[in-house]
């Protein structure tokens, strides 16, 4: 089913719980009693377009309009990349390094696992705690001067200077794979953690991190398909542009 903007908004919800949090990053929150994603959003100033594909990619895997999602300005792209950054590090590292410490409060016969086991998702907060901050700090900035450059009609000397020290091809080179270390992180629990007094706080856990592994990978497949293939086209562009 695709989601239009004449549905209900609570409706987006009752499909699927897990869309409260993407809801969240365009600033909408709970509390919308029967009015449709239009008016919510035309309350809220969010760009439809935008939220819908985005709405639509994150509850069916199958739908990937990368093409249209390419239309979308640089900013209104890479202002949601932000949020969900923000998402992660402000809620979900936060709620599994809560279960993580209740675990080795509450368990006696296993803590010295517990705690490798903090040691290792620390190590994982770091990782993706500087992934982010790269992006923040250098990706978005450049990707978000090439639209201005690309948008203008005589093209700034400065960004001939930008995009010889950087490129989308190196970021592209550069990104890694942030979901897979949370993968082994599971597989630390599934397969090798002897099961802790506590059972439903392990599996609480698990759930956790499965959640947070497909939001990253959701979140990637837009850097990688959408932002990437976006900025590549417009460098094209600009460089042609300046060799005339
Ligand atoms: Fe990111
Ligand atoms: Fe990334």
């Known amino acids: 089913m695709i989601i239009t903007k004449n549905i209900k908004m609570a409706d987006v919800i009752h499909l699927n719980y897990h869309t409260l949090s993407v809801l969240n990053r ?8 029967d009015k449709t994603i239009e008016e919510v959003c ?12 985005i709405v639509n990619t994150f509850v069916d895997k199958e739908y990937f309009p990368k093409k249209q ?4 300005s ?3 792209i890479t202002d949601y990349l932000k949020k969900t ?3 992660y590090h402000e809620v979900k590292v936060p709620e599994i390094e809560s279960l993580i410490n209740e675990m080795i409060e509450t368990c006696y016969t296993q803590k010295e696992n517990i705690v490798l086991l903090k040691k290792f998702f620390n190590e994982y907060k770091q990782e993706l705690l500087n992934h982010t901050q790269r992006e923040e700090e250098v990706v978005y900035p450049y990707t978000l001067s090439i639209e201005k450059a690309y948008n203008q009609e005589k093209i700034d000397s400065s960004v001939v200077d930008l995009m010889k020290n950087y490129s989308i091809n190196i970021f592209k080179t550069e990104h ?3 979901e897979e270390k949370l993968y082994d ?3 630390i629990l599934i397969k090798y953690l002897p099961q802790p007094k506590n059972v439903q706080l392990c599996n609480k856990l698990i759930h ?9 990978n959701d979140h990637s497949v837009i850097e990688d398909k959408v932002l990437v293939p976006k900025i590549r086209a417009m460098e094209k562009h600009i460089t042609k542009k300046l060799s005339k």
Do not use: A, M, P, R
């Not at 035309?42 to 594909?53: A, P, R, S, T």
């Open 208 to 216: 956790e991190l499965f959640i947070l592994e497909q939001d990253l």
């Open 85 to 87: 950054h923000q998402f």
């Open 176 to 178: 890694d794979d942030i």
């Open 42 to 53: 035309n309350d809220k100033n969010v760009d439809i377009n935008f939220f819908l594909e």
């Open 185 to 187: 992180l599971k597989n």
């Open 26 to 33: 365009f600033n909408i929150y709970l509390g919308f009693g």
């Open 69 to 72: 999602l390419q239309t979308f």
């Open 74 to 76: 640089v900013s209104l």
